[in-house]
């Protein structure tokens, strides 16, 4: 039960449902969640840290990169029927069908160049000849 708990703690939050939305069909680094959500990196990753614990999401660390997906196959039941859930009242929600179209635009920048014009992103400062943002 502790786990049904934490993962409905995590969906009760706004700006996770509209990551689980963005989420859909794509991977997408912290500093395109923070832009979408129009939150600093340091909050961004806070509720992707709840979202991870909860098993709703799963991420890849890249050197000092982040990127995140929803949580796949191998996901519990019950979290792969939250998953579905969330998303199919989230196609109906005005908000999240703009974050969809914003998500289109936010990926179509490079992630780096992203972070450098955020200003914000200490995933900007990398180390040179890491090619791979």
């Given at each position: 039960?502790?786990?049904?708990?934490?993962?409905?703690?995590?969906?009760?939050?706004?700006?996770?449902?509209?990551?689980?939305?963005?989420?859909?069909?794509?991977?997408?680094?912290?500093?395109?969640?923070?832009?979408?959500?129009?939150?600093?990196?340091?909050?961004?990753?806070?509720?992707?840290?709840?979202?991870?614990?909860?098993?709703?999401?799963?991420?890849?660390?890249?050197?000092?990169?982040?990127?995140?997906?929803?949580?796949?196959?191998?996901?519990?039941?019950?979290?792969?029927?939250?998953?579905?859930?969330?998303?199919?009242?989230?196609?109906?929600?005005?908000?999240?069908?703009?974050?969809?179209?914003?998500?289109?635009?936010i990926v179509s920048v490079d992630p780096e160049e992203l972070?450098?014009?955020r200003n914000k992103c200490q995933c900007a400062k990398r180390t040179v000849g890491v090619n791979e943002?």
């Amino acid at each position: 039960m502790r786990e049904l708990i934490t993962m409905m703690k995590a969906l009760a939050d706004g700006n996770r449902l509209r990551v689980i939305g963005a989420l859909q069909g794509h991977e997408l680094y912290l500093c395109q969640i923070a832009e979408l959500l129009g939150l600093a990196p340091s909050t961004a990753s806070q509720h992707m840290a709840i979202l991870q614990r909860a098993g709703l999401v799963e991420s890849q660390k890249l050197g000092r990169w982040a990127r995140f997906r929803l949580a796949g196959d191998d996901a519990a039941v019950e979290t792969r029927e939250a998953i579905a859930l969330v998303s199919r009242a989230m196609a109906r929600d005005p908000r999240a069908r703009e974050d969809t179209r914003r998500v289109k635009q936010i990926v179509s920048v490079d992630p780096e160049e992203l972070c450098r014009q955020r200003n914000k992103c200490q995933c900007a400062k990398r180390t040179v000849g890491v090619n791979e943002p």
